[in-house]
Nanobody
């Protein structure tokens, strides 16, 4: 069974940086993708970024391009989301996710982490 465990959420001032970590386990093969979603209070969950293990291809939603960077340590099956120049509108619970079939960008992930809170103060 696939398990995803996030860490790294925190309270940070606008303009600051955070790095989120997603530790993955249980994939049956090396053909998978891992991504990040976020959900702010009163808003729908949105896809932020993802990375495909096989070729390293990545996806970013427009609002984070140039500020967020996704990377992976394949040996550790860990994915990182480096978030720079954070804005108050980045405040949300961030979830690590994966969708069967190494899909990136993801439409309907079937594996989710528990979430980690990111709060950006103005």
């Amino acid at each position: 069974e696939v398990q995803l465990v996030e860490s790294g959420g925190d309270l940070v001032q606008a303009g600051g940086s955070l790095r989120l970590t997603c530790a993955a386990s249980g994939f049956a093969s090396d053909d998978y993708a891992i991504g990040w979603f976020r959900q702010a209070p009163g808003k729908e969950r949105e896809g932020v970024s993802c990375i495909r293990r096989s070729d390293g291809s990545t996806y970013y939603t427009d609002s984070v391009k140039g500020r967020f960077t996704i990377s992976s340590d394949n040996a550790k099956r860990t994915v990182y989301l480096q978030m720079n120049s954070l804005k108050p509108e980045d405040t949300a619970v961030y979830y690590c996710a994966s969708e069967t079939g190494a899909v990136c960008p993801m439409g309907f992930p079937n594996y989710w982490g528990q979430g980690t809170q990111v709060t950006v103060s103005s």
